[in-house]
């Protein structure tokens, strides 16, 4: 199993801490909903009986909230689920994973036998017209991007996006869009999103999730969007036949209605990314914009700032297993103001600390 952030039992385990303020992973701060508290407790009279195999009332939820034909859905247990089942299902040949990202697209491409081709972001890790360049003079059948992109939190021009969306159509390749962070955009009604875009585009499948913007992580619920109906069928009959449990879609379609809480979350994360991104930039910092709930930064000649971190309780998600990022490259969290500021305080501590040269090594001067 690959690394990921937000793993407290094994870093209880490790350090025989075991309470910690996670900046690894990247769930809203603002705790699970109450309707999706009152969602599961009036679900659990439901225990006695199988899910519904098909999703019936939460693809009919989905398709109201996006637009959409409750047909062109597959709900599934995360959104790595419909990442591994879409992949195991189409079995593609030879792919083009734009890296640093999320490592379960490889791991989920060569799970289905398919030779993957790293193509390494340009500096400052962003996608540019070169991919086009690189998709037209390859033999891929599959592309696999993710918007915004994790761990650099960016996003893809629009007009470039579908530029890219037409050389993948013309050469007749399949591209799976990561869009589990969109929500989390400037794109309020998600005019920019591929989901727009499904039914002039076949061969392109969005995968969703509710589980940052919700903090349900625990519960797991993701779905993917296809115009293509007949390629949805196909990935619901692979893999398990309840991969959706009663508990997940009853809380699903309780926050897909709950604006008070997506309204909250919002005016949070626009007043707390930017107030966190200052603060990492002043301690010295080179901290990239982004549009998701993190913020990705580097931490020049910095390797163990992770380990540093541990011993205030804190957890970073360190960012040297991504391709392409060595090991002073992090990834934090947005959390509430009074965490944040913690976080701020405690890498100050570990700068002066001077454990790797502190703030001098940040500037190069050592």
């Not at 009919?60 to 597959?74: G, M």
């Not at 919700?214 to 069928?233: F, H, K």
């Not at 700068?351 to 001067?365: I, N, V």
């Amino acid at each position: 199993m690959a690394f990921h952030g937000g793993d407290i039992e094994t870093a209880a385990e490790q350090t025989g801490r075991t309470r910690w303020l996670d900046f690894s992973a990247n769930i809203s701060p603002l705790g699970v909903p109450d309707s999706v508290k009152q969602a599961i407790v009036q679900a659990a009279e439901h225990l006695s009986h199988y899910p519904d195999p098909y999703q019936r009332k939460l693809r009919r939820a989905l398709a109201e909230t996006h637009r959409v034909l409750p047909e062109q859905i597959v709900c599934g247990n995360g959104g790595a689920d419909i990442i591994f089942r879409t992949l195991r299902c189409l079995r593609p040949h030879r792919a083009l994973l734009p890296v640093p990202c999320f490592s379960e697209y490889e791991e989920a491409l060569t799970e289905a036998g398919c030779r993957v081709t790293r193509w390494y972001l340009p500096e400052p890790f962003q996608i540019t017209r070169s991919l086009c360049e690189a998709l037209e003079n390859g033999c891929y059948d599959c592309l696999v991007l993710c918007n915004p992109n994790n761990p650099t939190g960016s996003v893809i021009e629009p007009e470039l996006l579908e530029s890219i969306l037409e050389t993948a159509k013309q050469k007749q390749m399949f591209v799976l869009m990561d869009e589990c962070f969109y929500d989390m955009t400037e794109d309020l009604e998600e005019r920019n999103s591929c989901i727009r875009k499904i039914d002039a585009f076949p061969n392109l499948l969005v995968v969703r999730s509710l589980t940052k913007r919700y903090a349900i992580p625990g519960l797991r619920l993701g779905y993917g969007i296809c115009g293509d109906v007949r390629r949805i069928e196909h990935i619901r009959t692979t893999g398990q036949p309840w991969p959706v449990n009663t508990l997940a879609a009853e809380a699903a379609c309780a926050v897909l209605n709950d604006k008070a809480y997506q309204m909250q979350f919002r005016e949070f994360l626009q007043q707390a990314r930017p107030d966190l991104q200052r603060g990492l930039t002043q301690l010295g910092f080179q901290v990239w914009d982004s549009h998701a709930n993190f913020l990705f930064f580097r931490a020049k000649g910095m390797s163990h700032l992770d380990l540093d971190l541990q011993e205030f309780g804190i957890l970073l998600r360190h960012c040297d297993t991504y391709p392409g990022l060595n090991a002073d490259y992090y990834r934090a969290a947005v959390r509430l103001p009074e965490e944040n500021a913690k976080l701020l305080s405690d890498l100050k501590s570990c700068l002066s600390a001077g454990a790797c040269g502190g703030a001098q090594c940040l500037k190069g001067e050592v």
